[in-house]
């Protein structure tokens, strides 16, 4: 199918809807005929154009099921990865603001030093 028949059949009064997904579930995007044709070649990456995020976001985005990871090395100098404090299934944006931030055991809002 090409972009003048998806066009002619959107005229018709047809509309082209897909599931995509998000922490939680499925969220309905509603596409243009030209998108249809973006979401054939590739699914994530105009998911992830649909959320002004890079591909890479929205997909750890879904995989950590929206709960933003710690950023800080461990004492062997690897990343931690712990959870920091916050919730799980955090809207993309707020996601991606705490997404390598601190957990508790590295000073995050939750920790001993940010208690005392």
């Known amino acids: 199918m090409d972009l003048a028949q998806l066009q002619t059949i959107e005229r018709a009064g047809v509309s082209f809807s897909i599931q995509v997904a998000v922490p939680g579930g499925g969220n309905t995007l509603i596409l243009s005929p030209i998108e249809v044709l973006s979401f054939l070649d590739d699914k994530d990456q105009l998911t992830a154009k649909h959320f002004g995020v890079p591909v890479e976001d929205y997909l750890e985005w879904v995989k950590t099921d929206g ?50």
């Open 67 to 116: 709960t933003p990871r710690c950023g800080a090395k461990t004492t062997k100098g690897k990343v931690c990865r712990n959870f920091v404090s916050g919730g799980i299934q955090m809207p993309l944006h707020k996601w991606r603001k705490l997404d390598g931030g601190l957990c508790a055991v590295h000073g995050g809002e939750n920790s001993v030093e940010a208690n005392m």
